[in-house]
């Protein structure tokens, strides 16, 4: 059964930095696209950030420029930089994993970012 499990939100000022971490466990994780996304209060969930199996990467406007994903295979972990935070990204992080070439889909369970003075 696959799980993913987030980590590395909290509370950080505005220009300061997070970096949250995603760890797949049952399966190959190098067959995954991985990807996180975001909702803040009474919006929908959107996307920030993905990065396929052979580690292309995509970003939303909103992120590009301040946020890098990446990913180690060996470790089974997607990770999000998040730098120069603005009170606009609060927001829950989810991390989410699609395996390639099929319909599977998979969500962490959330982790808590929130950015304020």
């Known amino acids: 059964q696959v799980q993913l499990v987030e980590s590395g939100g909290g509370l950080v000022q505005p220009g300061g930095s997070l970096r949250l971490s995603c760890a797949l466990s049952?399966?190959?994780?190098?067959?995954?696209?991985m990807g996180w996304y975001r909702q803040a209060p009474g919006k929908q969930r959107e996307l920030v950030a993905v990065i396929t199996s052979g580690s292309s990467t995509n970003y939303a406007d909103s992120v590009t420029g301040r946020f890098t994903i990446s990913r180690d295979n060996a470790k089974k972990t997607v990770y999000l930089q998040m730098n120069s935070l603005k009170p606009e990204d609060t927001a829950i992080y989810y991390c989410n994993a699609v395996r390639t070439a099929t319909a599977l889909n998979y969500w962490g369970q959330g982790t808590q970012v929130t950015v304020s003075s």
């Open positions: 049952g399966s190959i994780f190098s067959l995954y696209n």
